[in-house]
C-alpha cells in the first residue's frame, strides 16, 4: 500500500473513530492536529503526502501524523513491491475452520468497511458460521418489510434502538 492510500484511510478510520461516519477531510485533520497537538502541517503538505507528489517526508512529520492517527511512525512509509499482510497459505482444516479462517482474513482487508469488516470477524469467532451466513443469505432475499421487521424483532430482543433502513 503506498503512503497516500494509508493516509486515505486513516483519514477514513479516525472519522469513524470520531462519529463523523466518513472520512474526516484533510483541512480538518489539520485543524485537528493544531488543537489537539498544538502543532500541525499545512493543508497543501498534507495534500502532497496523499497525492504521492511528496513521496518523502520529515521525520517530524511522520511523528506528528504518527501521534494523531496513533500508529506507529514506521506504518507511514510505501510498503515495498509484492509486500502482503498475513500469512497466504492455508492450513489443512476442516470446513467449519476453513471458514472461519476465510471470514477472518476477509475482515482484515476490510479496512475502508469497518461495519463490514466487524461484522466478518464476528462471524469468524462463531461456532457455526455457515449457519449466519446461511440464514444471511435467505434474509436478504425477504422484501424490504420483511427485513425491517427482522430487524425491529432483533432489535427488541437485543434492547437497542438502530434505525433500519427505508
Known amino acids: 500500500m ?3 492510500e494509508k493516509l486515505q484511510h486513516l483519514r477514513f478510520v479516525e472519522g469513524s473513530q470520531r462519529g463523523i461516519g466518513r472520512a474526516m477531510t484533510k483541512a480538518e485533520v489539520v485543524r485537528a492536529m493544531k488543537a489537539e497537538l498544538g502543532e500541525g502541517l499545512s493543508h497543501a503538505y498534507l495534500c502532497q503526502l496523499e497525492g504521492g507528489t511528496r513521496v518523502h517526508m520529515t521525520a517530524r512529520t511522520r511523528e506528528l ?3 494523531f492517527f496513533n500508529v506507529l511512525p514506521g506504518y507511514l512509509v510505501d510498503d ?3 509486500f ?3 500469512l497466504r497459505t492455508e492450513v489443512a482444516t476442516n470446513g467449519a475452520d476453513r471458514l ?3 471470514l477472518a482474513a476477509q475482515a482484515d482487508a476490510l479496512v475502508d468497511e469497518p461495519y463490514l469488516g466487524h461484522a466478518l470477524m464476528k462471524l469468524s469467532r462463531s461456532r457455526e458460521p455457515r449457519s449466519f451466513v446461511t ?8 422484501p424490504p ?6 430487524a425491529e424483532a432483533v432489535n427488541r430482543e437485543t434492547g437497542e434502538e438502530r ?4
Open 100 to 102: 472461519r479462517g476465510r
Open 65 to 67: 501524523l504518527a501521534r
Open 2 to 4: 503506498r503512503l497516500g
Open 163 to 166: 434505525s433500519v433502513g427505508r
Open 84 to 86: 502482503q499482510e498475513g
Open 80 to 82: 515495498p513491491a509484492g
Open 145 to 150: 418489510d420483511g427485513l425491517r421487521r427482522v
Open 135 to 142: 440464514l444471511l443469505d435467505r434474509m436478504l432475499d425477504l
